[in-house]
């Protein structure tokens, strides 16, 4: 396979739709998956909980973090750790909509179908499974 063919743009996949006013997709590794979410001012927010540890990276616009007890306002360049099993939520701040980055190692099985579209970039491993 070709450097090319494993080049990929955020802004030429299929967004999934999450939830009113939240949209993302994926992008992986061998074992860790980028998702670029879109955050519309005045989404449905979503408190959860997860067992992984995530990474989150605020590309475009204001979001305020809701972590357990703890509250933060986010802007483009900042970068929030979030605990695993931990709750919390995010809500866009302002007008415009927000490009917030997670990051998750180990790949995550429940986002797989987010990165179908590399599935020829990564071997089948023994008993054909993909890696």
Not at 7 to 14: I, V
Request: hydrophobic share 35%; net charge negative; aromatic share 8%.
């Amino acid at each position: 396979m070709k450097l090319e063919d494993k080049l990929h743009n955020w802004n030429d996949l299929e967004r999934e739709v999450v939830r009113r006013g939240v949209e993302r997709v994926g992008f992986r590794g061998e074992k860790v998956i980028c998702v670029m979410n879109w955050l519309t001012p005045g989404m449905d927010v979503n408190p959860h909980s997860h067992p992984f540890e995530q990474l989150v990276l605020i590309v475009q616009g204001r979001v305020r973090f809701h972590v357990g007890e703890d509250s933060v306002e986010a802007g483009p360049g900042s970068m929030l750790r979030i605990p695993r099993d931990t709750l919390h939520y995010a809500e866009p701040i302002g007008d415009e909509v927000a490009l917030n980055l997670d990051v998750f190692a180990p790949l995550r099985d429940d986002y797989r179908h987010l990165v179908a579209y590399q599935a020829d970039e990564f071997t089948t491993g023994p008993g054909g499974a993909t890696s």
